[in-house]
């Protein structure tokens, strides 16, 4: 079955760096886009940043822009979120997301990010 699992998230003073990863199984990981969502309490989810297929396009939210790195590697059927200069504003859930339209749109459980001192 289809699985995104999330991890690397934790707790972060400000000004700090974490490295997220999404680790997926059971369908086809190089033929999606995947993105990061996140979720900070009473909010609505965002997008962070997304990749293509191949890696040939990439976008960032402007909050994160300069900050945040997205990466992949389809040999290992992995998508990463390089997070750094975090600021308390970053603090929510971060989600991994694979979508290929209509064949396919796929979520992890999330993995929490705190940035305090």
């Known amino acids: 079955q289809v699985q995104l699992v999330e991890s690397g998230g934790g707790l972060v003073q400000p000004g700090g760096s974490l490295r997220l990863t999404c680790a997926a199984s059971?369908?086809?990981?190089?033929?999606?886009?995947m993105s990061w969502y996140r979720q900070a309490p009473g909010k609505e989810r965002e997008l962070v940043a997304f990749i293509s297929s191949f890696g040939g396009s990439i976008g960032y939210a402007d909050s994160v822009k300069g900050r945040f790195t997205i990466s992949r590697d389809n040999r290992k059927n992995s998508v990463y979120l390089q997070m750094s200069s975090l600021k308390p504003e970053d603090t929510a859930d971060y989600y991994c997301n694979a979508n290929k339209g209509n064949e396919g749109d796929y979520w992890g459980q999330g993995t929490q990010v705190t940035v305090s001192s």
């Open positions: 059971g369908f086809t990981f190089f033929r999606y886009s």
